[in-house]
């Protein structure tokens, strides 16, 4: 198994201001995720980060919006760029694990005013 | 197309009795695997049960079983005697072999066990 640490556990932001969020297995990983999940919806995959290369985005989602940073094979970060109300979610990073599962952190709960 | 549907979007139950969540997928891929995980209050998903397309036997592990049926595309989730901390978000998911970074979820049953 895999467990996921990710900080800050829940932010409050202004409009127009960019966060970081961080993530940290307590294994080396080949393949991690960043997840956002809207209000009351279900989860839906911004991107997979893998080290040693640019992450790669889903449709609808760009990199000068949410740029990814994965240095090493424990750790990486999703920043939310240019904030708006419409990015207020839970977004959640996920692991691949060695036994082939798929693991999530515990979530950052993003709030934009 | 790969799509995971439950079209179950809340449930009520009084504690003790049998809920049902069901779940439909759709994929052209043979080889997949399919997921439950549990998203109570607190917000973090946890991973209840992975099954790969080959394996169609039923699953049970306590109060929890998994009824995976190929010949209908589903894969249902049975809680028995359920119990208010069973009270959360459930959701079915999908993964297939040709796409192997990508978890595809269902929109998410809520489950409220009332005591």
């Known amino acids: 198994s895999a467990v996921i640490s990710q900080k800050p556990s829940r932010d409050i932001c202004q409009r127009g201001t960019s966060l970081t969020i961080q993530c940290q297995v307590d294994?080396?990983?080949?393949?991690m995720f960043w997840y956002r999940q809207q209000p009351g919806q279900s989860l839906t995959l911004i991107a997979t980060?893998?080290?040693?290369?640019?992450?790669?985005?889903e449709s609808g989602f760009v990199i000068d919006k949410f740029p990814i940073s994965r240095p090493n094979l424990t750790f990486s970060t999703l920043t939310v760029s240019n904030m708006s109300p419409e990015d207020s979610s839970i977004y959640l990073c996920?692991?691949?694990?060695?036994?082939?599962?798929?693991?999530f952190g515990p979530g950052t709960r993003l709030t934009v005013t | 197309a790969q799509k995971v549907t439950q079209a179950q979007t809340e449930i009520s139950v009084v504690e003790k009795e049998d809920v049902t969540l069901d779940c439909v997928y759709e994929?052209?891929?043979?080889?997949?695997?399919l997921f439950w995980y549990k998203q109570p209050p607190s917000g973090e998903l946890v991973f209840l049960i992975r099954r790969n397309s080959f394996d169609e036997q039923n699953e049970i592990s306590g109060r929890y079983s998994w009824n995976f049926q190929k010949s209908t595309s589903s894969f249902n989730f049975t809680i028995t005697a359920s119990q208010v901390v069973d009270s959360a978000v459930y959701f079915c998911?999908?993964?297939?072999?040709?796409?192997?970074?990508?978890?595809?979820f269902g929109t998410g049953t809520r489950l409220q066990v009332f005591p």
């Open positions: 996920s692991a691949l694990a060695s036994d082939n599962e798929q693991y």
């Open positions: 994929t052209r891929d043979t080889t997949y695997y």
């Open positions: 294994s080396q990983v080949t393949m």
């Open positions: 998911a999908l993964r297939t072999l040709y796409n192997t970074d990508k978890l595809i």
């Open positions: 980060a893998n080290q040693g290369s640019e992450a790669t985005y």
